[in-house]
């Protein structure tokens, strides 16, 4: 089956931890991109990935950092300068620019 | 600055009626206008997408219609079920050479009454 994974569903850390999101895909998109959602909100763009060693801050990219040494993964850290990390996290990726992004299923972090 | 205005924020419609959200843009470099459902604790799937050369596209019971003068696009859900119960996200893509992608509308959470 072709997708994006991301894993784990649930994660839980403790305050001033640094944690790290899974996000791979094998659909051979070239674009991917993590979004953060809090209840009842829409989803605001975090940092995203264009190719392989590049990649670029979202709207909301302080306390954030990613990698992306391969196209079909690209984690995310979320470090302990994220003021608010608890959120649910959304990994998508796009097969070229212009066309619609396919989501993963979401790992929701609490941070206490 | 909010590109995409998406209303009404929540809806509540009974089994079989039609549901209607609708969104606004401003900037007109976008061209690719998708729709995502969301079911609580999932990422939001696409659900419909429409590029503003057409007016209307359907599938199913879904239908984008599409103002390009007044830079509306607008989802209707007919004959709507309980499963369609979510949350809906519009969405608009500019056309090529922008390297930022999508911008979201803010979510409809979608009610349907049994």
């Known amino acids: 089956d072709g997708g994006i994974t991301q894993s784990p569903k649930y994660l839980f850390r403790k305050e001033g931890q640094n944690v790290t999101l899974s996000c791979e895909q094998n659909l051979n998109h070239d674009a991917m991109y993590w979004y953060r959602q809090d209840p009842g909100q829409g989803l605001r763009l975090i940092y995203y990935s264009q190719i392989v060693n590049d990649f670029q801050k979202g709207d909301i990219a302080e306390g954030y950092s990613v990698s992306r040494e391969k196209k079909e993964s690209f984690p995310l850290t979320v470090t302990s300068a994220q003021k608010n990390p608890t959120a649910f996290y959304l990994c998508a990726s796009t097969r070229d620019a212009g066309t619609e992004q396919y989501f993963g299923p979401g790992t929701r972090l609490t941070v206490t | 600055q909010q590109q995409v205005k998406q209303s009404p924020q929540s809806l509540i419609v009974q089994k079989g009626g039609i549901s209607i959200i609708n969104c606004a843009y401003e900037n007109t470099a976008f061209d690719y206008f998708p729709w995502y459902q969301q079911f609580p604790g999932k990422g939001p799937a696409l659900l419909i997408a429409?590029?503003?050369?057409?007016s209307e596209k359907k599938e199913g019971r879904f239908t984008i219609s599409f103002n390009k003068s007044a830079k509306q696009f607008s989802l209707h859900i007919m004959d709507s079920q309980p499963g369609d119960s979510a949350t809906y996200f519009c969405?608009?893509?500019?056309?090529?050479?922008?390297?930022?992608?999508?911008?979201f509308g803010s979510g409809t959470q979608l009610t349907v009454l049994p």
């Open positions: 429409i590029r503003p050369d057409v």
């Open positions: 969405a608009a893509i500019p056309r090529e050479g922008s390297a930022r992608q999508l911008t």
